[in-house]
């Protein structure tokens, strides 16, 4: 009872505590802080990795991709009917975009897709804007520039479908949504939201309107044509629909640049797509996949010597069904990818052969390994580094202690006359070294969690007091925000790791209070 | 002597000062009865102070023994020698030794939580809500005391900060009704300290002090009370003061082995034995 009473009592009463509560607080918060925004780092590496590919990646790492990909497709879901859920191809490529309002360029990776099918193997859906607010209006097929008209009460209208897209959606959008949506600027551009107008007076009622040509779509990347404000909103420039130009390098099946050269296509901006990977958003633009491989001439191309050169695709992304082990799922699919090679009937020294020589099978992990591996070291790594500067706690607190039972040896003298026992007297300085530690652990943990969970608005904040303390660049960091979410397990170890250190700390001091005889203490000036 | 509480038989120390050895006490052999007030003379460096705390266990003899009650000390296990220092034995200082970041009942208290367990206290406290709850139930005057007596201690508790509720809610709070608690106001009241109670010791006088040292040594009702100059950091009245307390626990029955210089304060003793050089010279009645 006195051990808890007297440890009680000096954590209060002796000042000298506080530094040691002190250096606690700080070591708990910056591994807190630390740990939080490394592992949060890694949790949205690994999380967006998975949600831009698929469970399963074929790939054979060429711009000229590889053939027989939609039998293997075909194949691979006809023997696997449990397993694969779906599979659909990509193409990938390089190309210069160039909006033609506004003349302005930029060089961009066109991603080849089936939309509807590569929203079910990943997380593009999520990442549409337009279609968010107007559910089922983005493609990639023909289409013409919606203009937006009035009403005879002079509000604004949407053509079909997007007028009745977007009343379907507010039918069951939270109340917040609907303020969000409500809150964003509107046209005239830049707004938050797009659309062409009409030059109409007051009265007119319009809102059916589309512009004349039929173009195929193309979804950017919010980062390639928008402008990011500093409270991490978009400004859109461009109206939806507003034509894009993509130009483009057509490759053989060598690998050279095709005989006829750049091919430039005229495109309409469908919507835009912010997965919130700075590197991708700021990158890709999404096309229809069989419209980008006829113009890239990875379509079936007939030969010189009268054959056809199979399509090609870059990769195929599979998506497995739920609870399945995709390592494991992975050596079952290679194993099926050897047999469905060995079953093809091409020429050993044909062209063919050496593009599906290439091709691998990984799982979204594996294929993002580096990444998430180099990630990983570099918080352990900094976890390392930041224990090893906790440690200066723990000798901080055995010098303080080590102070403490100096100056309370007579206190010591004193209990022991009373009847203590010498482990009774060590259990005093060591559940105070614990309550230093269970004190400073949750006023840092506290103090942590705040900052974390406000690490972006801390950081905006100061970047606005000082440009150059802006020290999360979207350009440097692959991520638009700092990660600001708490492993509730990960502070629960930290606050127990730094109360056991506190404990550590104390113990020296407290075996040295343990063998003062009390006769010796009581003498003690 | 058949009847004796304490018996010191044969001690001797030695301590080193430097590399010469100081023969503090050669061969002292002491016999105290139950009820009976010794006390202690000698000069300075005489070995007074260390034959005390020979007798009550604070420190080991070179040679010799001490029995108490029956019981050889040092022949006990460590854990029941303290246990014999918490309950039977009861020490007076001359510099009062209390512990300043503790006010005077906290002080008083002290013994009882060295000698009482958590899950006792909790059990204790366990008791004492079902008697409140009896009280209520049977509508005696007793609802009235204790409810008033909760609500003060609460008033009291809880009005402070924080900090001051986290050192005291945990063990004062959960004794507060219990029988060392009111044993503890007993015996403050006894000693004259009753308004003084939730003062710290800097905030008292040396006699005030002296008293609630006093207090401290007989909460546990040891049955030997060993007083180290008890009047020697006091002046004349207030000196006179603590040995009238140190008299009146005598006639209710207290062994007492006081250690003085002071002939006038050894005079209140039944018997005195004077100790020169390390050995017993007289003992007189």
């Given at each position: 009872m006195y051990k808890l009473?007297?440890?009680?009592?000096?954590?209060?009463?002796?000042?000298?505590?506080?530094?040691?509560?002190?250096?606690?607080?700080?070591?708990?918060?910056?591994?807190?802080?630390?740990?939080?925004?490394?592992?949060?780092?890694?949790?949205?590496?690994?999380?967006?990795?998975?949600?831009?590919?698929?469970?399963i990646v074929v790939d054979n790492a060429t711009l000229q991709g590889f053939p027989h990909y939609q039998e293997f497709i075909d194949a691979l879901q006809a023997r696997m009917p449990d397993v694969v859920v779906t599979a659909t191809p990509v193409i990938y490529n390089y190309a210069i975009l160039r909006v033609q309002a506004t003349k302005y360029t930029k060089p961009v990776r066109v991603v080849g897709i089936r939309l509807d099918k590569y929203e079910q193997v990943n997380d593009f859906a999520n990442s549409l804007w337009y279609d968010r607010f107007y559910p089922g209006t983005t493609s990639l097929?023909?289409?013409?520039?919606?203009?937006?008209?009035?009403?005879?009460?002079?509000?604004?209208?949407?053509?079909?479908?997007?007028?009745?897209?977007?009343?379907?959606?507010?039918?069951?959008?939270?109340?917040?949504?609907?303020?969000?949506?409500?809150?964003?600027?509107?046209?005239?551009?830049?707004?938050?939201?797009?659309?062409?107008?009409?030059?109409?007076?007051?009265?007119?009622?319009?809102?059916?309107?589309?512009?004349?040509?039929?173009?195929?779509?193309?979804?950017?990347g919010c980062d390639v044509i928008n402008e990011r404000t500093k409270t991490g909103d978009y400004l859109r420039h461009y109206a939806l629909g507003s034509e894009m130009l993509l130009t483009l390098l057509p490759m053989t099946r060598e690998g050279t640049v095709s005989g006829e050269g750049s091919t430039t296509l005229s495109l309409r901006?469908?919507?835009?797509?912010?997965?919130?990977?700075?590197?991708?958003?700021?990158?890709?633009?999404?096309?229809?996949?069989?419209?980008?491989?006829?113009?890239?001439?990875?379509?079936?191309?007939?030969?010189?010597?009268?054959?056809?050169?199979?399509?090609?695709?870059?990769?195929?992304?599979?998506?497995?069904?739920?609870?399945?082990?995709?390592k494991e799922v992975r050596a079952r699919i290679e194993e099926f990818w050897e047999t469905f090679r060995a079953s093809l009937d091409v020429d050993p020294l044909s062209l063919e052969t050496q593009l599906l020589d290439f091709v691998s099978v990984e799982t979204w992990e594996e294929?993002?390994?580096?990444?998430?591996?180099?990630?990983?070291?570099?918080?352990?790594?900094?976890?390392?580094?930041?224990?090893?500067?906790?440690?200066?706690?723990?000798?901080?607190?055995?010098?303080?202690?080590?102070?403490?039972?100096?100056?309370?040896?007579?206190?010591?003298?004193?209990?022991?006359?009373?009847?203590?026992?010498?482990?009774?007297?060590?259990?005093?300085?060591?559940?105070?070294?614990?309550?230093?530690?269970?004190?400073?652990?949750?006023?840092?943990?506290?103090?942590?969690?705040?900052?974390?969970?406000?690490?972006?608005?801390?950081?905006?904040?100061?970047?606005?007091?000082?440009?150059?303390?802006?020290?999360?660049?979207?350009?440097?960091?692959?991520?638009?925000?700092?990660?600001?979410?708490?492993?509730?397990?990960?502070?629960?170890?930290?606050?127990?790791?730094?109360?056991?250190?506190?404990?550590?700390?104390?113990?020296?001091?407290?075996?040295?209070?343990?063998r003062v005889w009390p006769v010796d203490a009581l003498r003690y000036e | 002597m058949s009847n004796a509480l304490l018996r010191a038989d044969g001690v001797v120390k030695t301590y080193m000062m430097g590399r010469s050895p100081l023969r503090v006490l050669r061969g002292v052999s002491l016999e105290v009865t139950q009820g009976e007030f010794v006390a202690v003379m000698g000069a300075?460096?005489?070995?007074?102070?260390?034959?005390?705390?020979?007798?009550?266990?604070?420190?080991?003899?070179?040679?010799?023994?001490?029995?108490?009650?029956?019981?050889?000390?040092?022949?006990?296990?460590?854990?029941?020698?303290?246990?014999?220092?918490?309950?039977?034995?009861?020490?007076?200082?001359?510099?009062?030794?209390?512990?300043?970041?503790?006010?005077?009942?906290?002080?008083?208290?002290?013994?009882?939580?060295?000698?009482?367990?958590?899950?006792r206290w909790l059990a204790q406290d366990c008791v004492n809500a079902l008697k409140r709850s009896f009280a209520r139930v049977v509508g005696t005057p007793m609802l009235d005391w204790a409810i008033r007596k909760c609500s003060k201690a609460l008033n009291r508790k809880l009005g402070g900060m924080v900090g001051r509720m986290l050192d005291t809610l945990v063990p004062t709070w959960s004794m507060a009704q219990s029988e060392a608690r009111q044993q503890t106001e007993d015996i403050i009241d006894k000693v004259g300290l009753s308004a003084r109670a939730r003062h710290r010791p800097a905030e008292l006088s040396g006699g005030e002090r002296q008293r609630a040292a006093i207090a401290r040594a007989i909460v546990t009702r040891p049955r030997l009370l060993l007083a180290d100059e008890p009047t020697g950091n006091l002046d004349r009245a207030m000196g006179r003061e603590i040995l009238a307390v140190l008299a009146k626990l005598n006639q209710q029955g207290q062994t007492i082995v006081m250690v003085t210089h002071d002939p006038q304060v050894a005079s209140l003793a039944h018997r005195v034995v004077q100790l020169v050089d390390g050995k017993i010279r007289r003992s007189a009645s």
């Amino acid at each position: 009872m006195y051990k808890l009473f007297l440890s009680l009592r000096y954590l209060r009463k002796r000042l000298i505590a506080l530094f040691a509560v002190g250096s606690v607080t700080l070591c708990v918060f910056m591994v807190l802080v630390v740990i939080s925004v490394m592992g949060g780092f890694l949790e949205m590496v690994k999380e967006r990795s998975r949600g831009l590919l698929s469970d399963i990646v074929v790939d054979n790492a060429t711009l000229q991709g590889f053939p027989h990909y939609q039998e293997f497709i075909d194949a691979l879901q006809a023997r696997m009917p449990d397993v694969v859920v779906t599979a659909t191809p990509v193409i990938y490529n390089y190309a210069i975009l160039r909006v033609q309002a506004t003349k302005y360029t930029k060089p961009v990776r066109v991603v080849g897709i089936r939309l509807d099918k590569y929203e079910q193997v990943n997380d593009f859906a999520n990442s549409l804007w337009y279609d968010r607010f107007y559910p089922g209006t983005t493609s990639l097929g023909l289409q013409l520039q919606p203009v937006a008209g009035w009403d005879e009460h002079d509000n604004r209208v949407l053509p079909e479908p997007f007028e009745s897209a977007h009343q379907k959606w507010r039918q069951t959008a939270s109340a917040e949504e609907l303020a969000e949506y409500d809150r964003m600027p509107y046209s005239p551009p830049p707004g938050a939201r797009v659309f062409a107008q009409t030059v109409a007076p007051p009265g007119y009622v319009g809102g059916d309107e589309f512009e004349a040509e039929d173009l195929y779509g193309v979804i950017i990347g919010c980062d390639v044509i928008n402008e990011r404000t500093k409270t991490g909103d978009y400004l859109r420039h461009y109206a939806l629909g507003s034509e894009m130009l993509l130009t483009l390098l057509p490759m053989t099946r060598e690998g050279t640049v095709s005989g006829e050269g750049s091919t430039t296509l005229s495109l309409r901006y469908a919507d835009d797509s912010r997965t919130r990977v700075f590197e991708i958003d700021d990158l890709c633009v999404y096309v229809d996949f069989d419209m980008l491989q006829s113009v890239l001439a990875m379509n079936p191309q007939e030969r010189i010597d009268g054959g056809f050169a199979p399509a090609r695709a870059s990769q195929v992304l599979i998506r497995l069904a739920e609870g399945l082990d995709a390592k494991e799922v992975r050596a079952r699919i290679e194993e099926f990818w050897e047999t469905f090679r060995a079953s093809l009937d091409v020429d050993p020294l044909s062209l063919e052969t050496q593009l599906l020589d290439f091709v691998s099978v990984e799982t979204w992990e594996e294929r993002q390994v580096q990444f998430i591996s180099a990630v990983e070291k570099e918080k352990v790594l900094v976890t390392i580094l930041f224990a090893i500067v906790s440690v200066v706690a723990v000798v901080l607190i055995g010098c303080i202690f080590y102070m403490v039972v100096e100056k309370k040896t007579r206190d010591i003298g004193i209990v022991k006359s009373l009847g203590a026992s010498s482990s009774g007297v060590a259990a005093i300085f060591i559940l105070y070294g614990a309550a230093v530690g269970v004190v400073g652990s949750i006023i840092g943990s506290v103090a942590g969690v705040f900052f974390v969970r406000n690490i972006n608005e801390i950081q905006d904040a100061l970047a606005r007091l000082n440009p150059n303390l802006q020290v999360w660049s979207p350009d440097v960091y692959t991520f638009d925000r700092i990660p600001n979410s708490v492993d509730p397990v990960e502070a629960v170890v930290i606050v127990v790791v730094a109360i056991v250190a506190s404990m550590l700390g104390a113990l020296i001091p407290a075996l040295l209070a343990a063998r003062v005889w009390p006769v010796d203490a009581l003498r003690y000036e | 002597m058949s009847n004796a509480l304490l018996r010191a038989d044969g001690v001797v120390k030695t301590y080193m000062m430097g590399r010469s050895p100081l023969r503090v006490l050669r061969g002292v052999s002491l016999e105290v009865t139950q009820g009976e007030f010794v006390a202690v003379m000698g000069a300075s460096g005489s070995g007074k102070s260390t034959l005390l705390h020979i007798v009550g266990g604070l420190d080991l003899p070179d040679r010799g023994g001490v029995v108490f009650d029956g019981q050889s000390v040092f022949d006990l296990p460590r854990r029941t020698r303290e246990r014999l220092r918490n309950t039977d034995v009861g020490f007076i200082f001359q510099f009062y030794h209390l512990l300043p970041e503790l006010n005077v009942r906290e002080n008083i208290l002290l013994p009882h939580m060295v000698g009482t367990s958590v899950p006792r206290w909790l059990a204790q406290d366990c008791v004492n809500a079902l008697k409140r709850s009896f009280a209520r139930v049977v509508g005696t005057p007793m609802l009235d005391w204790a409810i008033r007596k909760c609500s003060k201690a609460l008033n009291r508790k809880l009005g402070g900060m924080v900090g001051r509720m986290l050192d005291t809610l945990v063990p004062t709070w959960s004794m507060a009704q219990s029988e060392a608690r009111q044993q503890t106001e007993d015996i403050i009241d006894k000693v004259g300290l009753s308004a003084r109670a939730r003062h710290r010791p800097a905030e008292l006088s040396g006699g005030e002090r002296q008293r609630a040292a006093i207090a401290r040594a007989i909460v546990t009702r040891p049955r030997l009370l060993l007083a180290d100059e008890p009047t020697g950091n006091l002046d004349r009245a207030m000196g006179r003061e603590i040995l009238a307390v140190l008299a009146k626990l005598n006639q209710q029955g207290q062994t007492i082995v006081m250690v003085t210089h002071d002939p006038q304060v050894a005079s209140l003793a039944h018997r005195v034995v004077q100790l020169v050089d390390g050995k017993i010279r007289r003992s007189a009645s």
